[in-house]
């Protein structure tokens, strides 16, 4: 394995059965196992391991050995789980269970949604539910549609399900229009929302009877913003305290998460005319707006990205920065991750925006990370969402025709910077690679109307960029390599160093400038500054140069500071 390049990986896992993080890339061996002892050592992480990486120079794939597995490694396996040959409901009451509303809502989307209704407001309320009845093959497709996945799952025969689920459903409106007969669900609108929680509060079926208040209240609602507006009323007009006030919450809770889990729902809240990317931006903001307003106060591309919310998800956003909607910011992330995860760009027909709202979206989501969602999805999504970003068809548009070498090397290192993954960010970097090894690169700074200082300094620029990209090693150092021989044509056709040292300025400011070109301040590391040292040396030892260095104090600073970054470098 002579000559072969080897680097080493320290991964890690927060929680036992976890997934592994890469933490670290790096060429010493000593450093990765001491750094992967540390995170144990302090507590962080439920596992390390540490894995030497070494390139075959033929298929040019990284052969993988782990070398160091501390805490837990293994994969914690599955208990293996006996499924219950039990209808999923038996009873009226079970629909009303979170899960129960959820499927109600995807098997009668349709019917809801000319109706303007959630699963929660057709499960208390009498007239949705005669309408429903009434129309016949509505309601019989539903309960076909639940039987016949079921019946396979369970081993039973399908029409033996849907009698069983057919009788659930008559249970279930038989009940509800009794109870509205009979007069004994509470009327929000006449009694007070905090009265009637409080009255129903110690009734076994108070969230039932709450609920049937609920929904007749929101009922005469013709938008769904007018419905979300409808619930904070209620909501602030909530009992203070006490046992009633978390029914009444917890009651309020299930219309709004429905709607915000709708797309329908949620887009006449924050805006139907938005491009995907500005509505999980605005999602986003919805969800956890206290973190994301003081993001956007000291970081301007979040601020770009962020779209203004409307009256009804401003007054919102004010409710989902307290603790009391947890399963409606549940609802908005659950959608967030879901379409991320999606084949939608983000900004149709605009690349560039594609990498900015991505970005600034990124940036979002991990200072909102934990209160919203948990970090690990968040960085899944982006990885998911970065995939998109490395296609060749997206690097073709979004690079366009009319970009000069220049422009596209770093338009190229913009969209390595933003994209995560270890296998994006090397896909991103093999393009950016080509771009700058292309003979068109070089002709441009070699030949362009520029001084050749100015380019020297834009190569320089670049270089450092380079490396800051996150890219491995053995990725980037080729990638400045050639930046570097670039540079060095462009100081040779021009004899940049040879002229500046016959300038008549005094010694102690050509040292300086020889300096900074050595260091890669003002030129790109390479053959350019290999000669730029050279010179600086040469000056240094010269005694007019000590004795104009002395004669400036001020000067012999800045030299002796270059001096220390040109030996590091070294």
């Known amino acids: 394995m002579q000559g072969h390049q080897v680097h080493y990986e320290v991964f890690s896992r927060r929680a036992p059965g976890g997934g592994w993080t890469l933490d670290q890339a790096t060429e010493n061996r000593a450093q990765a196992i001491a750094n992967a002892q540390e995170m144990m050592k302090e507590g962080k992480v439920a596992g390390v391991r540490v894995t030497k990486e070494t390139l075959d120079p033929e298929t040019r794939e990284f052969q993988s050995v782990t070398i160091l597995n501390l805490g837990s490694t293994e994969t914690v396996k599955k208990k293996k789980v006996v499924e219950n040959q039990d209808p999923l409901c038996v009873s009226p009451q079970d629909l009303y269970t979170v899960h129960a509303r959820e499927r109600i809502g995807r098997l009668l989307e349709g019917w809801l949604e000319r109706k303007g209704a959630t699963p929660f407001e057709l499960l208390h309320r009498a007239d949705l539910v005669e309408e429903l009845e009434a129309s016949g093959t509505d309601l019989q497709h539903a309960i076909q549609k639940v039987a016949i996945p079921e019946a396979q799952a369970r081993d039973m025969t399908v029409h033996e399900l849907i009698r069983t689920f057919s009788s659930l459903v008559e249970r279930a409106i038989d009940r509800l229009l009794k109870d509205f007969r009979k007069g004994g669900m509470p009327n929000i609108d006449a009694e007070g929302f905090a009265r009637a929680a409080e009255r129903v509060s110690k009734d076994p079926e108070r969230a039932y009877l709450l609920g049937a208040g609920v929904a007749a209240s929101i009922a005469p609602a013709k938008t769904w913003s007018e419905k979300i507006s409808r619930l904070l009323d209620l909501a602030d007009a909530a009992p203070v305290t006490g046992p009633p006030r978390g029914l009444a919450l917890q009651v309020i809770e299930q219309p709004l998460a429905e709607i915000l889990g709708s797309k329908t729902g949620l887009d006449n809240v924050i805006g139907k005319d938005l491009d995907l990317g500005a509505q999980l931006a605005a999602m986003t903001r ?3 707006c206290d973190a994301i307003d003081a993001l956007m106060r000291i970081e301007p591309s979040v601020a770009k990205v962020m779209p203004p919310l409307s009256e009804a998800a401003t007054r919102l956003s004010k409710w989902l920065a307290a603790e009391d909607f947890e399963s409606v910011r549940a609802a908005i992330a659950r959608r967030v991750v879901r379409e991320l995860n999606g084949p939608r760009r983000l900004r149709p027909g605009d690349a560039t925006g594609e990498i900015e709202v991505m970005r600034g979206l990124a940036m979002a989501l991990t200072a909102a990370a934990g209160a919203l969602l948990p ?44 994209v995560i993954g270890g296998a994006n960010k090397r896909q991103a970097g093999r393009y950016l690679g080509a771009g700058i090894a292309a003979l068109r690169f070089e002709k441009e700074f070699r030949n362009g109307p520029q001084t050749a200082a100015v380019k020297l300094q834009i190569l320089a620029a670049l270089q450092r960029s380079v490396a800051r990209s996150g890219l491995v090693a053995e990725d980037y150092t080729p990638i400045q390599m050639k930046i570097g021989d670039v540079g060095g044509m462009v100081e040779a056709d021009a004899r940049l160093v040879q002229t500046l040292a016959r300038t008549p300025a005094s010694p102690s400011q050509k040292l300086l400038l020889m300096l900074r070109l050595a260091v890669g301040e003002v030129a790109p590391l390479g053959p350019a500054a290999d000669r730029a040292k050279h010179e600086a040396f040469k000056l240094v030892r010269q005694d007019d140069t000590r004795a104009d260095l002395i004669e400036q104090p001020e000067c012999m600073g800045k030299v002796r500071e270059l001096l220390g970054a040109l030996g590091h470098a070294a």
């Open 286 to 288: 919805l969800a956890a």
């Open 375 to 418: 970090l690990d999805d968040i960085q899944n999504a982006f990885v998911q969402r970065s995939k998109m970003l490395v296609t060749g068809d997206f690097v073709e548009v979004y690079l366009g025709r009319e970009r000069s070498a220049r422009e596209e090397a770093e338009a190229l290192m913009w969209l390595v910077e933003n």
